[in-house]
C-alpha cells in the first residue's frame, strides 16, 4: 500500500510544517505501524514532515506487516519554485534501495521525478521497482505522466505512484495515481479524485525484459 506526500498537513501548508512536525517514535508513525499490523500488510507511509533534532525532513517510510520499519528515505530534491519546502526542510543525503518479497525496492518522492540520475543511482544498487510518493500539482499534469513513464521505460523497472487528489487553500493537486510497467505502459490510472488504485502485474516481468532487451547493458557513462 502507498500513500502521498505530505497528506497528513498537505504540502501547500508551509506554516504547518514546524508545528506538524514529529519524530519517527511519534503518534502519526505508531498509528501507521498498527494500521500495518492491522492489515498485515507492507505499507509506504507517504511522507511526513519529520522532525529531528532541530532539522525537519520531508520523510517516507516503509514498513513491514509486523510494524516494523524497513526503510526510511529522506527526499533529496527539494522544490523551491513557488515553494518554500527547500527553504523550511533540510535534504535527505542517502539514496535508499531495500529488498521486498517482490524484489528490490527504489523510493522517490515527488520533484525527485525530475532527476533521472537519482533512479540510475538506485537501478545501480539493484531496484528492481520503484515507490513514488507525490503532492504533484495540477497545471503540470502532462509532466506528471511523461515522468513516471520515462522512469520505468528507461530503467525497465515498474513505478508505483501515489499522488494526492483534492485541494489545499488555493492548490489543487492533480491526482492521477498510477502504475506504470517497465515498457511505460500505464496499467492503472486513478483519475484525478480520490480513490484506491490496483492491478495485478508480473513482477518477474522487468527481470525478463533485462535480458531479453538489455540495453542497461550498453551504459558507457556510469
Known amino acids: 500500500m502507498l ?13 504547518r510544517y514546524a508545528a506538524d512536525s514529529e519524530p519517527i517514535t511519534g503518534p502519526l508513525v505508531e498509528a501507521l505501524r498498527a494500521k500495518a499490523r492491522d492489515l498485515c500488510a507492507y505499507l509506504l507511509t507517504g511522507s511526513f514532515v519529520e522532525r529531528d533534532g532541530p ?14 520499519i524497513l526503510a526510511r528515505y529522506r527526499k533529496m530534491h527539494l522544490f523551491g519554485l513557488q515553494s518554500e519546502e527547500k527553504r523550511l526542510l533540510r535534504r535527505g543525503e542517502e539514496i535508499v534501495v531495500v529488498p521486498t518479497p517482490w524484489g528490490r525496492a ?8 525530475r532527476f533521472p540520475e537519482l533512479f540510475r543511482r538506485m537501478l545501480d544498487q539493484g531496484a528492481e521497482f520503484f ?13 506528471w505522466v511523461l515522468l513516471n513513464r520515462a522512469r520505468a521505460v528507461e530503467n525497465l523497472a ?4 501515489c499522488n494526492c487528489a483534492g485541494e489545499v487553500g488555493s492548490k489543487r493537486y492533480l491526482g492521477r ?25 508480473d513482477m518477474g516481468r522487468a527481470a525478463e525484459l ?13
Not at 527504489?106 to 521525478?113: R, W
Not at 515507490?131 to 499534469?141: D, F, I, K, M, N
Not at 495515481?177 to 480513490?195: K, L, R, T
Open 3 to 15: 500513500l502521498p506526500e505530505l497528506w497528513p498537513s498537505g504540502f501547500f501548508a508551509f506554516d
Open 131 to 143: 515507490l513514488v510518493t507525490s503532492a504533484w500539482p495540477q497545471p503540470r499534469e502532462e509532466a
Open 158 to 161: 515498474y513505478v508505483f505512484a
Open 106 to 113: 527504489g523510493f522517490a518522492t515527488c520533484y525527485d521525478l
Open 210 to 222: 533485462r535480458q531479453e532487451f538489455p540495453f542497461l547493458d550498453d551504459r558507457v557513462l556510469r
Open 55 to 68: 532539522d525537519l525532513f520531508n520523510t517516507a517510510l516503509l514498513l513491514d506487516p509486523a510494524g516494523e
Open 177 to 201: 495515481s498510477m502504475i506504470v510497467d517497465p515498457m511505460g505502459v500505464v496499467v492503472a490510472d486513478g483519475g484525478s479524485g480520490e480513490g484506491i488504485v490496483t492491478a495485478e502485474v
